[in-house]
C-alpha cells in the first residue's frame, strides 16, 4: 500500500504570505495526486487534480507541482479564507489520503 | 447541479449492522465511479470503499473489508453501504463522492457512532 506523509501537521502564516504544504509518498505516484481543502464542519473540496490542475472556481493563488514522490501545494498570497486543513491524495495505486496540513492564521 | 445526500447514519451498538444510502442527481450516476470516504471525529479522511459504473467492481481497504459492502442501484441513482460487525473505530462522518479520477463533488456527510 502507498502511504502518503504531509509535513508539516500545522503551520501558521499571516496573512499575504507564500505558504507551502508538502506530500511525500512512500513511492512513485507518477503525479497521480490531487490536494482537497476542508474547512470546519464542512465537506471535503477538491482544489488541485493530477498534481498541477486547478479546478474550476478555484482562486488562481493555489498551485501545486511535483514529481514521482514529492508534491507541494502553495498558496501565493495567504486569505483569511484558506484557514483549513489541506489533504493530499493518492490514485496511481489504490486510494490514499495524506494525515492532513492544518493552516491557521498567525 | 451535481447534488449526492447521504443517509442512515446514526447510533449503533458495537457489533450490529447499520445501512448508509447516498441520493445522487444532476448527472448521469451510471458513468461514474462511486465512493465512501469516512472522518472520524478530529480526525483525517480515509477512504472506505469503491464501485465500478456497473457495480461488478468492488474495492476497499484492510480496515474495512469483509465487513463492509458498496453496492449501487443505477435506475434509482443511488448508492449504499452496508456496515456490519460495526466496531468503535468505524465511528465517523461518511461521505459520499463521485469518483473519476478525483473527487470532485461530496454529500454533506451523515454521522455514524458506534457506542453502547
Known amino acids: 500500500d502507498i502511504q502518503m506523509t504531509q509535513s508539516p501537521p500545522v503551520l501558521s502564516a499571516s496573512v499575504g504570505d507564500r505558504v507551502t504544504l508538502n506530500c511525500k509518498a512512500s513511492?512513485?505516484?507518477?503525479?497521480?495526486l490531487d490536494w482537497y481543502q476542508q474547512k470546519h464542519g464542512e465537506a471535503p473540496k477538491l482544489l488541485i487534480y493530477?498534481?498541477?490542475n486547478l479546478q474550476t472556481d478555484i482562486p488562481s493563488r493555489f498551485s501545486g507541482s511535483g514529481s514521482e514522490t514529492d508534491y507541494t501545494l502553495t498558496i501565493s498570497s495567504l486569505q483569511p479564507e484558506d484557514v483549513a486543513t489541506y489533504y493530499c491524495?493518492?490514485?496511481?495505486?489504490?486510494?490514499?489520503f495524506g494525515g492532513g496540513t492544518k493552516l491557521e492564521l498567525k | 447541479e451535481v447534488q449526492l445526500v447521504e443517509s442512515g447514519g446514526g447510533l449503533v451498538q458495537p457489533g450490529r449492522s447499520l445501512k448508509l444510502s447516498c441520493a445522487a442527481s444532476?448527472?448521469?450516476?451510471?458513468?461514474?465511479?462511486m465512493a465512501w470516504v469516512r472522518q472520524a471525529p478530529k480526525k483525517g479522511l480515509e477512504w472506505v470503499a469503491t464501485?465500478?459504473?456497473?457495480?461488478?467492481?468492488?474495492y476497499y481497504p484492510d480496515s474495512v473489508k469483509g465487513r463492509f459492502t458498496i453496492s449501487r442501484d443505477n435506475a434509482k441513482s443511488s448508492l449504499y453501504l452496508q456496515m456490519n460487525s460495526l466496531k468503535s473505530e468505524d465511528t465517523a462522518t461518511y461521505y459520499c463522492?463521485?469518483?473519476?479520477?478525483?473527487?470532485?463533488?461530496w454529500g454533506q456527510g451523515t454521522l455514524v457512532t458506534v457506542s453502547s
Open positions: 464501485i465500478s459504473t456497473s457495480g461488478s467492481r468492488t
Open positions: 444532476g448527472f448521469t450516476f451510471s458513468n461514474y465511479y
Open positions: 513511492q512513485n505516484i507518477n503525479n497521480n
Open positions: 493530477y498534481t498541477n
Open positions: 463522492a463521485r469518483q473519476g479520477d478525483s473527487f470532485a463533488y
Open positions: 491524495y493518492q490514485y496511481k495505486s489504490g486510494w490514499t
